[in-house]
């Protein structure tokens, strides 16, 4: 056979294997996971006379270790962005979310191919919120990320608004556990 048509059948071949082991994700869930939830509200709250306006997002980095179907590790949040809630007649109350202060919890959880579910005992998620399917490097949730705000007027007793995500959530793997950002560990 020709040089030509081997090394391009060689190239093919390589290109075949590198793309099955992406679609496989060869080594389970372990590794360094990152999607990002987008927040919008501008609400009027005529039962409380609140207006709510929220421009934020939050970035989720789940570092999880497969053990054979048994996931463990940790979930890191950071949110950036502001809150702003007006009462009429009152002064505006902003709350500026600030990523340098990220929130992190343990996980624990399984994986049995396509489904990652996980579970943060201690977070104020609600259940069932982490079931992933897999696909290669990226999973995929089919919720909505809903953030419940604790909202306490000065005239009239405190309630709870919640602000959806914008999309879908949806993360990647992009790395392994020993890479990632400072101040992550």
């Known amino acids: 056979m020709p040089a030509r048509p081997l090394a391009l059948a060689a190239l093919l071949l390589c290109t075949a294997v590198l793309a099955a082991c992406d679609i496989a994700g060869d080594d389970g869930t372990t590794g360094r996971w990152v999607g990002t939830a987008e927040f919008t509200a501008d609400t009027i709250l005529a039962a409380h006379n609140v207006r709510?306006?929220?421009?934020?997002?939050?970035e989720f980095t789940f570092r999880l270790t497969d053990d054979d179907g048994l996931v463990t590790?940790?979930?890191?949040?950071?949110?950036?962005?502001?809150?702003?809630?007006?009462?009429?007649?009152?002064?505006?109350?902003?709350?500026?979310f600030d990523a340098s202060a990220p929130?992190?919890?343990?996980?624990?959880?399984?994986?049995?191919?396509?489904?990652?579910?996980?579970?943060?005992?201690?977070?104020?998620?609600?259940?069932?919120?982490?079931?992933?399917?897999?696909?290669?490097?990226s999973a995929q949730t089919d919720?909505?990320?809903?953030?419940?705000?604790?909202?306490?007027?000065?005239?009239?007793?405190?309630?709870?608004?919640s602000i959806t995500s914008e999309e879908i959530f949806e993360m990647r793997r992009v790395g392994n556990l020993d890479e990632g950002t400072e101040g992550e560990e």
């Open 73 to 96: 590790g940790q979930l890191t949040a950071r949110t950036s962005g502001y809150r702003v809630v007006r009462e009429a007649g009152q002064p505006s109350d902003t709350l500026w």
């Open 103 to 137: 929130v992190v919890h343990e996980v624990f959880g399984t994986f049995l191919d396509p489904t990652l579910e996980v579970d943060v005992p201690d977070g104020p998620y609600e259940d069932d919120l982490w079931t992933f399917e897999v696909s290669g490097r």
């Open 143 to 161: 919720r909505f990320l809903v953030h419940i705000h604790e909202i306490a007027p000065t005239n009239g007793s405190s309630f709870e608004h």
């Open 52 to 58: 709510i306006i929220a421009d934020y997002e939050t």
